[in-house]
């Protein structure tokens, strides 16, 4: 008997903490719109991307009224469900939702919520330090405060009782409640009263990592990494003189030897990194690059004595840009690229583009809306098995800045990828983390961090079999 009742006190456990949620979806009405694939509307659908780190974010809507004037939003979910609390996510001074109705199938809305006169919207310290400073895609050598990051907060409002198959909410703003510019990041229904809050989608086991240690090339700020295919010499640039210089460092046994200077590598006037390295070729990047023929700014190069070879040749390639990055498959079949283009979903993306018969690649390809987001991807590095995907990012729900995330391939089209992972908060911080490089040899990740507003070279363990998904 005791056996049965316990039973019974877990179901009924579990079924009291089982939370129905849903984001929304589609667009019904709406007052204003920026327009645009930054900004605009279509921001507001899904889960919470500009949380939990909240500021200002091309990934929210910014309304035309935002500053001091009212506004509304309709918009609908999957499904019918029952709801007891809706979430509005408000990135940048919240505690402007003024009225909130629900409506089921019938399309007849009935007001549930409406603000107190007293009524303060819990808010907290956005996770991105407002006056730091971070290296804005590094091989630009461009430095861009941090905008101003004000009172990002969550109106979870409990509503007086649960009404049944909702379909559509309707939420009104009064954005002349408070001073400065206001952005809507999501909006989310529940039929529980625990509050919904943003949760940073990543996987357990990068939150038991050890902590990154730092590379003894300290006298040395870094931008650019790469390693050779046997974990044994690293590559990275570092800004010198109003020039990037490419050095290298070489392994004996488990210690690096110190960073040497490598001209052949350092022969451009700016710019000069090295991207991806193969058993015989290299991927150099830093050139001038000339759209009218189609060079991308990127050459290959001999690995084992740096003797230039080729320019790499993209088909009607357009760069927003002074530089981009790039990786490609161990066969140099696939290129893949994080350019800024007329075809962008924001800021930069990820492409990829398929070798033709004369060495030469054909246009790029979108790799899709998944891993692509309204603001900024870049530093790809594709792993050995051709499916496993390194970046970063700053369009992502993150702990900071732009976050290091892993994707994987889902078919051979290249243009379908996995819902992008966060490397987790041992690896990613409040600040500024790119310019991923795993070594499969030595089953270790290589990055760049900004510390102090300095870009650091760290280290971290990280099991294949975690990464890459053997």
Same mark, same amino acid.
């Given at each position: 008997?005791?056996?049965?009742?316990?039973?019974?006190?877990? =179901?009924?456990?579990?079924?009291?903490?089982?939370?129905?949620?849903?984001? /929304?979806?589609?667009?019904?009405?709406?007052?204003?719109?920026?327009?645009?694939?930054?900004?605009?509307?279509?921001?507001?659908?899904?889960?919470?991307?500009?949380?939990? #780190?909240?500021?200002?974010?091309?990934?929210?809507?910014?309304?035309?009224?935002?500053?001091?004037?009212?506004?509304?939003?309709?918009?609908?979910?999957?499904?019918?469900?029952?709801?007891?609390?809706?979430?509005?996510?408000?990135?940048?001074?919240?505690?402007?939702?003024?009225? *909130? @109705?629900? @409506?089921?199938?019938?399309?007849?809305?009935?007001?549930?919520?409406?603000?107190?006169?007293?009524?303060?919207?819990?808010?907290?310290?956005?996770?991105?330090?407002?006056?730091?400073?971070?290296?804005?895609?590094?091989?630009?050598?461009?430095?861009?405060? @941090?905008?101003?990051?004000?009172?990002?907060? =969550?109106?979870?409002?409990?509503?007086?009782?649960?009404?049944?198959?909702?379909?559509?909410?309707?939420?009104?703003?009064?954005?002349?409640?408070?001073?400065?510019?206001?952005?809507?990041?999501?909006?989310?229904?529940?039929?529980?009263?625990?509050?919904?809050?943003?949760?940073?989608?990543?996987?357990?086991?990068?939150?038991?990592?050890?902590?990154?240690?730092?590379?003894?090339?300290?006298?040395?700020?870094?931008?650019?990494?790469?390693?050779?295919?046997?974990?044994?010499?690293?590559?990275?640039?570092?800004?010198?003189?109003?020039?990037?210089?490419?050095?290298?460092?070489?392994?004996?046994?488990?210690?690096?030897?110190?960073?040497?200077?490598?001209? /052949?590598?350092?022969?451009?006037?700016?710019?000069?990194?090295?991207?991806?390295?193969?058993?015989?070729?290299? =991927?150099?990047?830093?050139?001038?690059?000339?759209?009218?023929?189609?060079?991308?700014?990127? #050459?290959?190069?001999?690995?084992?004595?740096?003797?230039?070879?080729?320019? *790499?040749?993209?088909? /009607?390639?357009?760069?927003?840009?002074?530089?981009? &990055?790039?990786?490609?498959?161990?066969?140099?079949?696939?290129?893949?690229?994080?350019?800024?283009? &007329?075809?962008?979903?924001?800021?930069?993306?990820?492409?990829?583009? #398929?070798?033709?018969?004369?060495?030469?690649?054909?246009?790029? #390809?979108?790799?899709?809306?998944?891993?692509?987001?309204?603001? %900024?991807?870049?530093?790809?590095?594709?792993?050995? &098995?051709?499916?496993?995907?390194?970046?970063?990012?700053?369009?992502?729900?993150?702990?900071?800045?732009?976050?290091?995330?892993?994707?994987?391939?889902?078919?051979?089209?290249?243009?379908?990828?996995? %819902?992008?992972?966060?490397?987790?908060? *041992?690896?990613?911080?409040?600040?500024?983390?790119?310019?991923?490089?795993?070594?499969?040899?030595?089953?270790?990740?290589?990055?760049?961090?900004?510390?102090?507003?300095?870009?650091?070279?760290?280290?971290?363990?990280?099991?294949?079999?975690?990464?890459?998904?053997?």
């Amino acid at each position: 008997m005791k056996t049965k009742i316990s039973y019974l006190i877990l =179901i009924l456990a579990f079924s009291a903490s089982a939370q129905q949620v849903q984001w /929304a979806n589609k667009l019904i009405k709406y007052s204003s719109d920026l327009g645009g694939k930054q900004f605009g509307i279509k921001r507001i659908l899904g889960k919470p991307d500009a949380f939990p #780190q909240g500021g200002l974010s091309p990934n929210a809507w910014t309304p035309k009224n935002a500053l001091d004037g009212r506004e509304i939003v309709e918009v609908s979910f999957e499904k019918p469900q029952n709801v007891k609390q809706v979430a509005v996510f408000e990135n940048v001074n919240a505690g402007c939702v003024v009225r *909130i @109705a629900l @409506a089921d199938a019938s399309g007849s809305y009935q007001t549930v919520w409406s603000r107190k006169k007293d009524w303060k919207t819990p808010t907290y310290k956005a996770t991105i330090p407002a006056d730091r400073n971070y290296y804005f895609r590094k091989k630009r050598r461009k430095i861009q405060d @941090a905008p101003e990051l004000l009172n990002p907060g =969550i109106e979870n409002a409990i509503l007086d009782q649960v009404y049944s198959n909702i379909t559509s909410v309707k939420v009104e703003f009064d954005f002349s409640l408070l001073p400065g510019q206001k952005q809507i990041d999501a909006i989310g229904i529940s039929d529980s009263e625990v509050l919904l809050k943003a949760e940073v989608n990543t996987n357990p086991y990068f939150s038991q990592l050890a902590l990154p240690t730092q590379l003894p090339f300290n006298t040395h700020e870094v931008s650019a990494v790469a390693l050779s295919q046997d974990g044994n010499k690293i590559y990275f640039s570092s800004y010198e003189s109003d020039k990037d210089h490419v050095y290298s460092a070489t392994k004996t046994g488990q210690n690096w030897g110190a960073a040497v200077l490598e001209p /052949a590598l350092s022969n451009n006037d700016r710019f000069n990194f090295i991207e991806s390295v193969g058993t015989q070729w290299m =991927i150099k990047g830093g050139n001038q690059y000339n759209k009218t023929i189609g060079e991308t700014g990127f #050459q290959f190069y001999k690995s084992s004595d740096y003797s230039a070879g080729e320019p *790499i040749k993209v088909t /009607a390639y357009n760069n927003y840009g002074d530089t981009a &990055d790039a990786t490609a498959t161990s066969d140099l079949q696939t290129l893949i690229m994080a350019v800024e283009s &007329d075809f962008t979903q924001g800021g930069s993306d990820l492409y990829f583009a #398929q070798r033709k018969a004369d060495g030469s690649y054909g246009m790029l #390809q979108s790799m899709g809306k998944t891993i692509n987001s309204a603001d %900024e991807e870049i530093t790809p590095q594709l792993l050995p &098995d051709n499916r496993t995907l390194l970046f970063s990012s700053s369009g992502f729900s993150s702990y900071g800045n732009y976050d290091l995330y892993v994707s994987y391939r889902l078919d051979d089209t290249w243009k379908n990828w996995s %819902e992008p992972v966060n490397l987790g908060p *041992i690896i990613n911080s409040d600040s500024f983390e790119s310019s991923p490089f795993y070594d499969a040899v030595y089953q270790k990740l290589y990055f760049i961090k900004s510390v102090n507003g300095t870009l650091e070279l760290y280290w971290v363990d990280l099991t294949a079999t975690e990464l890459m998904k053997k």
